[in-house]
Each structure stands twice: as C-alpha cells, then as structure tokens.
C-alpha cells in the first residue's frame, strides 16, 4: 500500500514523478506529493488530498527545473485524508516518502520529545523527525540509526537539504525496486514506474541503503561498504501496464486471462505432462509430505479453497486452507512433513509474508505461487513457482485468480503423478482437461455483452447470496468476494445445503442468488436448493453447463458454459463471475479500477 518513486537525472523531474505516481495510484489513491530539488537547491513541496490528478493540477504552474526529486501516492494508515498527512513529510534538513506501517511511532513520540512538533498525524512523520535528529552529515550512520529504533514495515526516500541531486532509499519488507537507465537513476515501489524506462532492476536487499544521483545507483550495507546489486530482468513491457483501449484495467485483464494461462502452463508442459524441471521444483517435494497447508489472503485464498476441494479427492491427505492473518496467531499444526503453499499476487502481502515465516520456523517446506518475480514472498521461499500474468492494475483480481488456480492445477497433476494417485494416463488426461478450459474462457468472454443486462436487477439490490455445492461454493467465495469489492453490494456465499441452517431466512421476494450448478455429483442437490429460495421468491442467477436438465421456471436468468470435464469449470465461471461485477460496478457507476478505502497491495497488517 502506498507508491513511491524517486528519480535523479537529466530530465525533468516533476513529469517523471507524476507519471510514476500515475503507474503507481493502484497502491493508493487517498493523496499524493512530491517533493523537488530547485535549480537553488532548495526542497519544493507539493502534496493534495484526492488522486494523482489533483497533484498534477496543482503542479502546473511549477516551473519545470527540478532534476532530483520524490513522489508518493497514499493509502491513509495513521491520520486521516488530509493534506497535512500526505507525504513527502519534512523535519529539518529531511524531506522523506514512506510506504509501510512505524509500529513504535507513539513510543519514540514520547521518548524523542517530538510531541508539539509534529504537524500530522503520521507514523512517518515521526520517522522524518528522527532522521533529521539523528543527521549530522552522514546519512548511511543518520539511516543506520533510525533502523535502530524504528519497529514495522518501512519503504523510505529521503532527501536532505544539504545533498541535492541525491536520493537514499530503504526497506524492510516493504518493496522498493530501483534502476540505472539512461534517463537517469529511478527508485519505486514496483516495477510499473520502471518499466517506461528499463527492462533491468534489482530489488533493494533488505539492511541496505541505495543511494541514487543523476549519474549512478550506489548500494550499501549498514556498515557503509558498497555492495554489487542482483541485476533482474522483466518479462513484460509497458504495453501490459497500459489499457490499450479498453476503458477499465478489469475489462481489460479479464480479457487477458486466456493468454496468461497460456504462458502460464505451456512452459511447464513435457510430453504432455507437468513438468517443473526449470522452476527447480523437485518431485520429493511433493512425494515426502503427509499433508498440504495453503496460506493467503483475499481471491488468492479463494484460489486455495478450490485447490482444497480439488486435491483431497485426488490426494487423498489433509488439505488446509488458512486466511494468512489468522494462520498468524492460531498457532497451526504445520510441522517438517507439511508442505506450506503460499499463494500471492504481489508477493508483498505482508500477513502472507509473515505466515510463510513462521510456516518456515516450524519446519514446512515452502512453495509460494507468485505473481512478482523478485518479490518478498518469491525470494523468501524454499521454492517459487511464477504465475505468469504480467502486471495486475485493476485492484479486483482476475487473470492473477485464474493464473493461480493454472498453478494449483498443475501442481495437483504433479503430485498425483508422483505419488501414485495418477496414472501417466490420467496425469495426461487431467492436464488436457485444463487446457481445454482456455477455449471455454474464450467463449465466456466473447459472450460478454450478454452479461450487461443480467445486472439491471442486480444492481438495484442492496444484498446478493451466491451458493454452490463442493468445487462451486468454493468458486461462490471469489464470486461475492468481486461483487462486495467493486459493486459495493454486500454478497455473502453460501454452501447451498448450508443457507437453511439460518441464512434462509435472509431469502425474500426479488432477493439475487447467484447460484452455481456445475458439478455432475452434487448437481440435484443444488437444483432443490435452488427450488427452496425461489419458493421464497429470490431472483435467481443459475449457472450450469450447457446440456444441464432444468425447468425453465427455476431461473430468471440461466446463464450456460460450454460442456466439460466438472474439475475445470472454475475458468468459464471465474469469467462470468468477474463481468457480473465489473458491470454491476459500472451500473452504479462506480471507480472500477480503484475501489473505495482499497489498495492493490496489502503491505500493512
Ligand atoms: O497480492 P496478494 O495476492 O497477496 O493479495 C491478496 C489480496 O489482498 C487480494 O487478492 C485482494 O483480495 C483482491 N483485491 C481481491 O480482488
């Protein structure tokens, strides 16, 4: 949460740092600033509450000679939305941006004296303070001894007074990627301020201090000794970072996921088998545990509930799916025949993070599917496999949902083979089956505009139930889930054989049920559960495969995908489920791509 960017060089510093911010405001759109070197070397501050456009209005009447500068876009913590409580925040000689949360800052309030002479309500304000005490000449030992008192998360730029033209970056698990590009020296939260630049970066190693100019990136370690930076390089351009006609990032990514299973799964595909050979993934990974403990956050733990519904079936060991922030303090039953599956997007979702460390300290074996190559999660797991689904912008996940249920998939295939759950055969015969699902996703979205009118009943409601039995109340979660998020319709899902222990009661006249009837076992049950809200005159949304025998008086809507193998019907249904809400959002005519109080990427607890 929160973006920030700094840049030193020969060009314009202001146009640099808005654009970023512009490639950055997914992390955060409560405020943003920027602070700029002059050509007198004084620090220019301008800061506004709203999104970046406000910023770029209020700085166009600056003038453009600044070639050193820091930009931030905010996602409010500590402080409300206020101008004051936008960064760049400044204490003496030190102007900083800040992403991450100062755990301590109330403590070292009190201890430093600094209460009367903060301006805002910000944790990082007290960190500007600090720096600015502890400043005399030297910003490695002024940055080293912040480190030494400062408790949370932290990505910090920092300027000071006495050193124009140079930036000072850290981090500690808050993610802060920097290049060295012939436009000069950049530093940013993510790779989307980069990317109009450079293809090549490294990520700031935790404990080290980057220091930018306009001719060079220098890095050190804390006792001041320069370090040589892993050089990675990215995969995609700044066309995947861009809409590209389309008029949401949503619209747009939900028509990518086709491709992105695509570069998802061939790769890893041998003689018609998964093969994980050249992501260093070993067999005895999957063949020594006894039980399989998934962790993440959001859509990600959607994807994890499907997995589960699908593995223990086919495995035939304990599959767990844990919400990363509860797996934290619930002191879990993982141990060394664990295998601990940590799912992310990000890869800097820090309750994920802190889940894979203490997996870890109990002795898991960890494999993190990961969609940022190079983050936190990504570096800090025994193994990785990459979803290969370029940059996610909207802040509803989709493509990144279907990439890692890609992932999740092969990974059950694998481990079948390998511990003898499958066959050759069938191993061959399961991965087809995934393959297969691309084409019915393909169709699914050709057929969007279908989609439109079945929101105009919807969007006029104020509640919506979605259930299903076994895989589709598993898919049900994601459904409400991107429903709540971006429609701002409060959506609760519901194993359908559940909702008459109570929730039924919640069914009356006009009330939607999105109800989901895609699997061939459970299917009758689900059609009487079906039969038992309509009764009660709920507004039904039915879902089922194309040749599904039902009554035409059940639904008021049928909505059909293509026939095909029930383990893979997640994808044709993910697609259906995340235009249902892209256009309800769209019908209340609502932010799609940046949601009320929301941030792409959860880096505070
Ligand atoms: O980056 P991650 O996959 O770790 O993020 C996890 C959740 O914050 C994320 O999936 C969130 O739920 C999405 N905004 C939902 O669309």
Redesign the pocket.
């Known amino acids: 949460m929160c973006g920030i960017i700094g840049y030193s060089g020969p060009l314009e510093a202001k146009k640099i740092l808005l654009d970023g911010l512009s490639q950055l405001e997914y992390r955060g759109y409560d405020s943003a600033g920027i602070a700029l070197f002059d050509t007198l070397s004084n620090i220019r501050l301008i800061k506004r509450t709203g999104k970046v456009a406000a910023l770029r209005q209020a700085c166009a009447k600056e003038q453009d000679s600044s070639h050193c500068g820091i930009g931030h876009t905010r996602w409010a913590t500590h402080g409300g939305v206020t101008d004051a409580n936008a960064h760049p925040h400044r204490a003496g000689r030190v102007t900083l941006i800040h992403n991450g949360i100062i755990e301590n800052y109330h403590n070292l309030t009190n201890e430093f004296g600094l209460e009367g002479k903060l301006v805002s309500q910000t944790d990082s304000e007290v960190a500007a303070c600090l720096l600015d005490q502890f400043y005399r000449g030297n910003p490695l030992e002024a940055i080293k001894e912040l480190t030494l008192h400062i408790e949370g998360s932290y990505a910090f730029c920092v300027l000071f007074d006495d050193r124009p033209g140079e930036i000072y970056g850290i981090r500690k698990v808050s993610p802060l990627v920097a290049a060295y590009t012939r436009s000069g020296a950049l530093i940013a939260s993510d790779l989307t301020a980069l990317i109009p630049y450079t293809r090549k970066y490294f990520v700031v190693p935790e404990g080290h201090v980057a220091k930018l100019t306009g001719y060079k990136i220098s890095l050190y370690d804390m006792e001041g000794t320069p370090v040589s930076p892993e050089i990675m390089e990215v995969n995609w351009n700044m066309d995947s970072a861009m809409k590209n006609g389309f008029p949401h990032f949503m619209l747009k990514e939900i028509h990518e996921q086709p491709q992105a299973l695509k570069n998802t799964i061939l790769p890893r595909m041998s003689k018609g088998l998964p093969d994980f050979t050249d992501d260093n993934i070993p067999d005895e990974l999957f063949c020594q545990c006894t039980k399989i403990h998934m962790i993440?956050?959001?859509?990600?733990?959607?994807a994890g509930m499907v997995a589960r519904a699908l593995m223990e079936p086919v495995l035939h060991i304990p599959v767990t799916v844990s919400i990363a922030s509860e797996f934290r303090y619930e002191d879990p039953l993982v141990d060394q025949d664990t295998l601990a599956v940590i799912?992310?997007?990000?890869?800097?979702?820090i309750d994920?993070l802190a889940a894979l460390r203490l997996a870890k300290s109990r002795g898991s074996r960890t494999l993190a599917i990961v969609?940022?190559k190079g983050s936190t999660?990504a570096r800090e797991s025994d193994f990785v496999l990459y979803t290969h689904a370029g940059p996610e912008i909207a802040?509803?996940?989709?493509k990144?949902?279907s990439v890692?249920l890609a992932a999740l998939y092969m990974i059950t295939c694998r481990m079948a083979l390998v511990r003898k759950n499958f066959t050759k055969d069938q191993a061959a015969a399961f991965l087809s089956g995934l393959l297969d699902a691309i084409p019915a996703m393909e169709t699914m979205i050709a057929r969007k505009e279908e989609e439109k009118h079945l929101v105009t009943h919807l969007i006029n409601q104020s509640d919506a139930f979605f259930i299903g039995r076994g895989l589709d109340y598993a898919f049900s979660l994601e459904g409400a889930?991107?429903l709540k998020?971006i429609s701002y319709i409060h959506a609760e899902a519901y194993a359908a054989g559940e909702l008459k222990h109570g929730t039924i009661a919640l069914i009356a006249p006009k009330v939607p049920v999105i109800a989901i009837a895609t699997q061939e076992h459970v299917f009758l049950k689900t059609i009487s559960n079906v039969r038992e809200v309509k009764a009660r005159g709920a507004f039904v949304i039915l879902l089922t495969k194309e040749h599904a025998q039902v009554d035409s008086s059940l639904a008021d809507i049928h909505i059909r995908i293509p026939d095909m193998d029930d383990r893979f019907t997640v994808f044709p249904i993910a697609v259906i489920l995340q235009l249902m809400a892209y256009y309800a959002s769209i019908g209340k005519n609502l932010d799609v791509d940046q949601p009320r109080n929301?941030a792409?990427?959860?880096t505070v607890e």
């Open positions: 993440a956050c959001g859509t990600a733990m959607h799912i992310s997007q990000s890869g800097e979702t994920t969609n940022v999660i802040v509803a996940s989709t990144a949902y890692q889930l991107k998020e929301l792409k990427s959860v």
